[in-house]
Every structure is written in C-alpha cells, then in structure tokens.
C-alpha cells in the first residue's frame, strides 16, 4: 500500500511505524507539515492509498480528509481528546490507558476508530520514556491493526458515539497545572509533576533567584531538608528538599528572554553556573536502592551488569569518563560476560550537542566529548577476557548506536529503532566506526547505512547483521530478559573457548591495522570539521539544541521520497 506519513516532526514514533511498515512490504513516504499548502502539495505528488499522522499537532486541512482516507494516531484512549493526553494520564495517576487510531474529521480527536490498543501506565515511569516504550508498542500495534483493516477494503470503523466511553476534550496542561509548591507538596506529587514534564516542556519553577525550567525528576532517600532548599549535587543533578524527602533533578533550561532565542537543557550543576551555592557531593548511594544514580553495576553470578541512564541518550565528556571508570572497575571483576546498558530507554545517541553548544570553546568541547567517546569505545573494543553484550532496551544513534557495535553481541528489545549514521549533524564520525560497521554488515552496506541516513528497524538490522538477538518484551520486562539471557550465556559450554578465540582473532587484526589507526584517520575527518567555522556542524548543532523548526523536508527524506534509498533489504555478511 502507499502511505504518507504527515507528521509535525521525524521524532521516534515517526521512524518506527516508517521502518515497521517497510518492514511489511509498504511503500512510504514522509511529508513534514509545515502548513497546509506542502501538505496538499505532498498528496498531489505521491497521491497515496493512505494517509496516516503518527504524531501531528495541527489539523489535516478539510479538503485532504474528505478526499484521502486520514488516519490519526492518539495516544490516548477512546473517547480521549486535547493535546496533553499523556500529561494529564500522569498527572492525575491513571493506570490503564490506550492509543487510538483514528479517522480524520470536523471533530479533533472524535473520528471513527479503526484501531485502539490498551496498555499499563508503567509506575515511576517518566513521559518521554513511557512514550518511547509503552506508546510506541500500543501505537504499533494499533497502526498495524488499522493498516491491515484498510487494506481489506471491508472492514467498517465504529463510530465513538457507539462505543462506551464518552467523548471527554481537556486542554492543554499549561504551566499553571504544573506549579510545584514546594512547601506543600509531597515527593510523590513532586515527582509526579516532573515525570509529566521531563523531556518537554519542563516544570517552570525559581531556583537560586532565576525562573528554570526543571526536567526530570527522580528520588532520594536519605537526604533531608528544608522543603525547597538545595542540599547536594552528584553527577551533575541538584538535589531538593519537599516536605517528606527529596527529589534529583538532572538537567535544568533558563526560560526564554523576550525576543531571545530558545534556551539549551544543560545538566543542572553547569545549567546553574556561578549561581549555585557551596553544596555537598552526595556519597554514591546502594546499588539496589530507590536512590537515583545514572550508572549501576550489579552481579548475577559470573554476569556483570553495567547499567546506565543519561537524559535523551546525551554522554557529555563527563559522562564518558564516568561510564569508562565504571566500565573499567566492572573489568576487574571476576565475570564471564559483561552487559552494557540493559535499560528500559536510550542506550546512547553519542556526544552532547547541548553542553558542546553552551561551552565557553564549542570546539574544543568538541574534541574533548568525540575523544572521551572514544576512548570508552576502545576500552569496549580491546576486552579480551570475557564476552561483551550491547544490550539495548531503547533507542540507539551516531556515535551511541556504533558504542554498542563494540562489543561482542548486540541485543535489542523489539520495537528498537536505530540510526548508525552522522550525516545529519555533518559529521564524518568516530567511535571506531570505520573498524566496526564493515566488520559487521560489510562495506558496501556500511556506506549505505551511513550515506542515507535513515532509521533502521530491529528485525531489518539483524538481517543485516547490526544486531545478534532480538528480545520481544515489552519495555519493563527488558532487564530480566537480558540478564537471564546472559547467565544462560555465561553457563554455555562453548564460553570459554569463544574468548580464547576472541583473543587471538583481535590479535591478529591489530597486527593487521591496530586500532589507534582507525582513530587516527576518523579524528583527522572530524578535526576538519570541528576547525572549520563555515562547516556546517556548526548551523546544525545550535539548531539542534535551540530546536529550530526545519523550513524544508530534511535531505534523507526527500531521498526517501523521492525512491532513492535501497530500503532496508540486506543480508548478513560473513564474519
């Protein structure tokens, strides 16, 4: 079938339903709506059998609706209308709710329903990552279902008049529903305002005399203090008292001045600058407590868990450091198999464009993230003692998606979307990806994969030989799954003489072409860039961190559009 995809923005959901769809045969197309008039002209050009919005805000115009059959993903349940669905499921506590697939109208959000799928609200489970995991299954399967009923040419969507649950609009959760009194409210009506935010919009508050805008929140359980007050710091959060605990707060973004551009989400500690005062560093808390920390590392028997967690996939150079100290204590260890990652969100999507953007030298910021990158992903590549596991729970790109190509297997949660390029950022790149991405899928593929810079679905990459193991769970059940999975691996017979071969295969191709000349040849590219004020990196990068809205379909979509791509058929290559 012939689909367009009319969305306000290429953001995760988008990418999946596009890549699972072409996974079953469809033929897409992607139109960004940047008003009506390209859209019109978009269904002009492919003139396609369905048009379907996985995530629009504005409304698809009259003559489009009533012409072409629309179809509009909700995420929320039936009879569920108004642009904050999930803000208000979370703020007010609810437990079960849905994604409705549904046909466009005069009413928004009150379209006959070709398709609605239930789910849990998983519990201290933030919006972007709930969105990410639990939406984006429903979704799927929902936009699936609905495809599928289209196709039929039979199947006739039930009007909601004659469905169960009334139609209910409620508007946007502006900020005054988010107001946090710090005075009255307890940490569970904390964290739960700040779960309803994390990502976008933030909870606008005041903080060391100046409005921010917080994001994310997480708990503490030890630390008290007087309700609002600032009491430590660790890893680059601030911590704050309520009236019955505390609460971690990651990252920080100033409000906009008058006229002034948009302000970058930085980690707290640096967002606050000069302004914070003489605080603590809180002591690293238990490894299995409630107490927020952004690694973990855990044992099972001869398996090593190195978990981590940074907000959107972002690893600024602290963050590298911090995560190849950790790696390499997890190394002295007495394991078999190490496991990275094993969350249920991001794995990693590389360097840290905001705090690179918000850096005194942006440059040298630059060189300083790409090279503590890659010397975490060397540290990976040079293990020989024991079998490394990627294990990606959530979504990988750039320089994150080729530190999971570091290690020995790759492991992905079904519904995992992954972006093994730079383009987009005009970047040549690094993290060894010259060494990994053609040892794993070949070079012709790998100058594909990175040439057209699109997503690629989990069943495509293990077709193409990215991923070793794909995990169907839903996203809570992720960790178990994989830490059982490699106690089950760390058991096998065959372990140990897989790393005595490890050993000597990577032996003999440093012989051949040792890693630091891979770096070596990857740095000069990107030293290039990085000196260059005209390259466009630059543009890019503050784009990026200011979200500038795009005037023009980006390049790899009017590729994609266009029938240039070679879609994401492939095979696995012998290794």
Known sequence: MRILLVVS???????????????????????????????????????????????????????????????????????????????????????????????????????????????????????????????????????????????????????????????????????RRRRIDWRADSTATVLRALRAADSQPGVLDELCGAEWFLHGGHPEERLRGRPGELLATRAGAVCRATVDGAVWIPELRARRRPG?????????????????????????????????????YREDGPVGMLGFSFPGGAMSTGHCRRLLAAYRHACARPTSVLVLGGGRDFFSNGIHLGVIEAADDPVAESFANIHAMDDLVEAVLSTTDRITVAALGGNAGAGGAMLALAADEVWCRSGVVLNPHYRLMGLYGSEYWTYTLPRRVGPDAARRLTGEALPVSTAAAERLGLVDRIIHCGPSDFTERATALAVRTAAQPSTQQRIAEKKGRFADEQSVKPLDVYRQEEIARMSATFLDPRAPYHALRRAFVHKERPTADPEQLRALNSGRTAGQAGGRPSR
């Open 9 to 175: 923005a290429f953001n995760s959901l988008t990418q999946r339903v596009l890549v699972e769809l072409r996974d079953c045969g469809h033929q897409l197309a992607v139109q960004i709506a940047f008003d009506d008039d390209a859209l019109r002209k978009a269904v002009q050009r492919h003139r396609p059998e369905l048009i379907l919005a996985p995530m629009l805000k504005s409304a698809i115009p009259h003559d489009v609706w009533s012409a072409y059959r629309c179809l509009i993903v909700h995420p929320g349940p039936v009879g569920d209308r108004g642009p904050s669905s999930l803000d208000w499921a979370l703020q007010e506590g609810t437990r079960q709710w849905g994604v409705t697939v549904l046909e466009a109208g005069e009413v928004m959000d009150g379209g006959d329903v070709w398709a609605t799928v239930p789910f849990s609200l998983t519990e201290k489970v933030a919006k972007s990552d709930l969105y990410r995991g639990e939406v984006a299954d429903a979704a799927m399967e929902a936009v699936q279902l609905a495809v599928e009923r289209v196709g039929s040419g039979t199947y006739v969507p039930t009007c909601q008049s004659r469905m169960a649950a009334p139609g209910r609009t409620r508007p946007y959760f502006d900020q």
């Open 260 to 296: 002034g551009p948009p302000r970058v989400k930085l980690p707290a500690v640096l967002a606050l600058g000069a302004s914070l005062p003489d605080l603590a560093v809180a002591e690293e808390p238990a490894e299995d407590g409630e107490t927020w920390k952004d690694i973990r």
